[in-house]
């Protein structure tokens, strides 16, 4: 068990700026402050651990089932959120301005919290992220993480504080910056109509900071869960990712530009893919094509990852039906197999 209590607010400023065809800014924060207690169950006066001694004699303690707390946590928690507004205006032939909408410039927070019950090194790593749309085109997003506390010569975290006039934050531990946009074609009064929900491409790519992605998700069929949508002739998606972990002793940096596309050849045929470029290392990123073919009652598709680590294929075959799409399904292959190109069977 454990306790916890929180308060939260909402406050406006309003600056009077004005221009570019906006007026005014609007400055929204929500503050929040929150505690919570808990105890130590892995404190034998509980009973809920057991002990065993190892090979060296040293008696350790466990947990014989899950969910069972190690430490005792007084922590104070606090976040800072602010949202950045304008409004768009027009000035018609009376030479009278109107508002005709409101524009979000930027979302901007802060998060950490502080552990009174910790021995030392008390305050987690800040968070601090911001989110903005440029030219209502380009999606913009960063996250970072900044570390209260110094290294040693060692690498190893000291208790001495980071935080200065250069680095008001603390330390930088972790950075990514993403830009995003994306265009599409309209659907014309031909077009055919939604059969089943898109699917989406980009969970087959590696996200940054991870160790790599499992076989089973490249093995994955990208319109086994959900089907394509021939309704869109065209789409394409353009996204560029930085990104840098800095470790004890060593950094670690990231630049991809990936591309997302999908275009339908014939009324029931229809392509996708993702692919992509990796600066740093200077090769190509993961590419995955995908062919999909729309029957009346049907709809079979094919993924293929053709080159790289995770090189695999599959295919797909499913009737529209919801209640019957996994009974009548052939899928291909069933389940992860260790020869990616092995038998059918």
């Known amino acids: 068990f454990s306790s916890s209590i929180s308060a939260n607010t909402i406050f406006?400023?309003?600056?009077?700026?004005?221009?570019?065809?906006?007026?005014?800014?609007?400055?929204t924060v929500r503050p929040s402050i929150g505690f919570s207690y808990r105890h130590d169950f892995f404190d034998e006066r509980w009973g809920y651990v057991r002990s065993y001694n190892d090979a060296q004699g040293n008696e350790i303690d466990y947990a014989p089932v899950a969910g069972i707390s190690r430490g005792r946590q007084q922590a104070l928690t606090f976040s800072l959120n602010n949202?950045?507004?304008?409004k768009k205006v027009i000035t018609d032939s009376s030479a009278v301005s109107r508002p005709v909408g409101a524009a979000k410039i930027l979302d901007l927070s802060l998060s950490s919290s502080y552990n009174f019950a910790a021995d030392s090194l008390r305050m987690s790593n800040i968070s601090l992220s911001a989110r903005t749309r440029v030219f209502g085109k380009v999606d913009i997003n960063?996250?970072?993480?900044?570390?209260?506390?110094?290294?040693?010569?060692?690498?190893?975290?000291?208790?001495?504080?980071?935080?200065?006039?250069?680095?008001?934050?603390?330390?930088?531990?972790?950075?990514?910056?993403?830009?995003?946009?994306?265009?599409?074609?309209?659907?014309?009064?031909?077009?055919?109509?939604?059969?089943?929900?898109?699917?989406?491409?980009?969970?087959t790519q590696p996200v940054f900071?991870?160790?790599?992605?499992?076989?089973t998700t490249f093995l994955q069929n990208n319109y086994a869960s959900a089907g394509a949508d021939f309704s869109i002739p065209w789409s394409l998606t353009l996204d560029f990712s930085y990104g840098i972990t800095k470790g004890s002793?060593?950094?670690?940096?990231?630049?991809?530009?990936?591309?997302?596309?999908?275009?339908?050849?014939t009324p029931n045929w229809k392509v996708s893919g993702r692919s992509g470029y990796d600066i740093e290392?200077?090769?190509?990123?993961?590419?995955?094509?995908?062919?999909?073919?729309?029957?009346?009652?049907?709809?079979?598709?094919?993924?293929?990852?053709?080159?790289?680590?995770?090189?695999?294929?599959?295919?797909?075959?499913?009737?529209?039906?919801?209640?019957l799409r996994d009974l009548l399904r052939i899928r291909q292959p069933k389940s992860e197999v260790s020869d990616r190109f092995g038998s059918l069977f």
């Open 142 to 203: 960063y996250r970072s993480t900044f570390s209260p506390y110094t290294l040693d010569s060692n690498g190893a975290i000291t208790r001495n504080s980071s935080f200065s006039l250069t680095s008001p934050l603390g330390r930088l531990t972790s950075a990514n910056l993403t830009m995003r946009t994306s265009l599409r074609s309209k659907r014309g009064a031909g077009d055919r109509p939604l059969t089943t929900p898109r699917a989406s491409m980009v969970s």
């Open 209 to 215: 900071g991870a160790t790599g992605p499992s076989r």
């Open 249 to 265: 002793l060593s950094s670690i940096r990231r630049a991809i530009i990936n591309t997302t596309f999908d275009f339908s050849l």
């Open 83 to 86: 949202v950045f507004e304008t």
């Open 281 to 323: 290392l200077g090769q190509m990123a993961t590419t995955n094509l995908a062919f999909a073919r729309d029957f009346d009652c049907w709809q079979m598709s094919f993924n293929w990852v053709p080159f790289g680590l995770y090189q695999s294929w599959g295919f797909d075959l499913h009737v529209k039906s919801g209640h």
């Open 12 to 27: 406006y400023g309003l600056f009077p700026f004005s221009g570019f065809g906006y007026k005014g800014i609007r400055h």
